[in-house]
C-alpha cells in the first residue's frame, strides 16, 4: 500500500512522524510531503520517506521574517499545490494532515485517488470544515466530540492522537535553564502556545491561593498580554518557543500537568503528558472529558472555574497516592490505546476500507 501524507506547511509535523513510523512497521510505503520546518530541526525519518516540496521560498529566505514568509507562501500555494497533485499518481491513497487556504486547495485537490483527511481542529472550522469532509472518502478525527460537530456519518472516523513517546528518548535532550533547575517543592506545568481560549488567565487566578508550589507557564504568547495577568510570585513564565529538545526536562520536573482551556477538540500538549506518565488536571471540555470517561487518566474540573481549578491543584499535590495513580493511568493510556501502533492499525483499516470502496 503507497500512501501520501500531505501536511503543507508542516503545522502537525509531530503527527506526521510518528504516524508515518508507525504505518511503516506495518508494511506500508509512506511519502510525507510536507514543508520545511522553520522553527528547529525536523525529527529524521524513521522507514519512510519527506519530501519538501511546499513553500521553499517562503521557508528558505522568508524563515525568519513571518510577513514575508506569509506573503510568500500565497505566492506558492497554487504551484505547489499542482505539482504534489501531479505526483499524487504515485500514491494508492492520499492522507491530508492538514488544507491551507481551504477554499483555494479545495479546487485544487488530486483527483482519481482516494482521499483522506485527519481533521485536527473540528471546533476551529465549523461550517468549511463539514464542506471539506464531504470532498473527502474518509475524515479521522480524534474524538467523539468532533464527530457529533461534524454530523457523524459513515465517512467519519474516530482514531485517536497518538501518545508523543519519542519524546521521552531524544538523544541531544537538553536541561532546564539554571534557574529553573535550582527549584524546590512541587512544580505544575502549564504548556504551549498561550492563546486566550487555553484559559492561562483562569490557571494563573487559581494559582493566587496555592502555597508552596510554583506554576510555570511554558511557551509563547498569541493574542495573550503577560503583563496583564498580574501574575502573583510563584508563578513564572517562560514566554518564548520551546524546541523538542527542550520540552523533556519540563515535562519530567513537573509534578502535575495542567491545561484549563476553556474550549478545545483535542490538544497536543495532553499527548506529551501521557507518553511522560504526567498527573494532569483537565476542564471538562471537548475531548478531555473523553479521556477521563474511558481511562481515568486525569481530574476534570469545570471551565473558567478558577476556584474549582484551585482545590483540584491543591489536592492533588498533597495527595501522593493520587498523584502515583493518575501518572500510572496515563502511562497505561500511553502505551495501550494512545499507541501509534494501535493508531496505525486503526487508520490502515480505514484505508482497507476507502480503497475497497
Not at 479521522?140 to 497518538?162: K, N, Q, S, W, Y
Not at 513564572?236 to 519530567?252: G, T
Not at 477521563?292 to 487518566?297: P, T
Not at 494501535?342 to 480503497?355: F, G, H, K, P
Request: charged residues 25%; contains cysteine.
Amino acid at each position: 500500500m503507497r500512501i501520501q501524507l500531505i501536511d503543507p506547511s508542516a503545522d502537525v509535523l509531530p503527527y506526521d512522524h510518528a504516524l508515518a513510523a508507525a504505518l511503516a512497521r506495518r508494511g506500508a510505503s509512506v511519502e510525507l510531503v510536507t514543508s520545511r520546518f522553520v522553527h528547529g530541526p525536523a525529527q529524521a525519518p524513521d522507514g519512510y520517506a519527506v519530501s519538501e516540496s511546499f513553500y521553499r521560498l517562503a521557508t528558505g529566505v522568508g524563515a525568519r521574517r513571518p510577513r514575508l514568509r506569509r506573503a510568500l507562501k500565497l505566492a506558492e500555494h497554487v504551484p505547489d499545490s499542482l505539482r504534489v497533485r501531479g505526483r499524487a499518481a504515485n500514491a494508492d491513497l492520499v492522507h491530508w494532515q492538514w488544507l491551507w487556504l481551504e477554499a483555494v486547495s479545495m479546487r485544487l485537490l488530486p483527483r482519481g485517488r482516494p482521499q483522506v483527511l485527519t481533521m485536527h481542529n473540528v471546533i476551529r472550522r465549523g461550517r468549511s470544515g463539514r464542506a471539506l469532509a464531504d470532498r473527502m472518502d474518509a475524515v479521522i478525527v480524534h474524538t467523539r466530540h468532533g464527530a457529533e460537530l461534524l454530523g457523524d456519518g459513515p465517512r467519519v472516523h474516530v482514531i485517536p492522537h497518538g501518545a508523543f513517546e519519542h519524546l521521552t528518548r531524544l538523544p541531544d535532550e537538553r536541561p532546564l535553564p539554571p534557574e529553573l533547575a535550582a527549584v524546590e517543592g512541587p512544580v505544575v506545568l502549564c504548556f504551549g502556545v498561550v492563546r486566550p481560549y487555553k484559559g492561562v488567565d483562569v490557571l494563573v487566578e487559581a494559582f493566587r491561593s496555592i502555597q508552596g508550589a510554583e506554576l510555570w507557564v511554558v511557551g509563547r504568547p498569541l493574542g495573550v498580554s503577560l503583563d496583564e495577568l498580574h501574575a502573583p510570585a510563584n508563578v513564572r513564565f517562560v514566554p518564548r518557543y520551546v524546541s523538542d529538545a527542550e520540552l523533556p526536562a519540563y515535562f519530567r520536573r513537573a509534578d502535575l500537568l495542567v491545561l484549563p482551556h476553556r474550549s478545545v477538540d483535542v490538544s497536543g500538549v495532553l499527548f506529551a503528558g501521557l507518553a511522560f506518565g504526567k498527573p494532569t488536571v483537565l476542564t471538562d471540555v471537548g475531548g478531555f472529558r473523553e479521556l477521563v470517561e474511558e481511562h481515568g487518566a486525569a481530574r476534570l474540573v469545570p471551565p473558567g472555574d478558577a476556584g474549582a481549578l484551585s482545590t483540584a491543584i491543591g489536592e492533588l499535590l498533597a495527595d501522593p497516592a493520587e498523584l502515583a495513580d493518575l501518572a500510572a493511568r496515563a502511562r497505561a493510556a500511553a502505551t495501550g490505546p494512545y499507541s501509534w501502533d494501535a493508531v496505525a492499525a486503526r487508520t490502515i483499516a480505514v484505508y482497507d476500507e476507502v480503497l475497497a470502496g
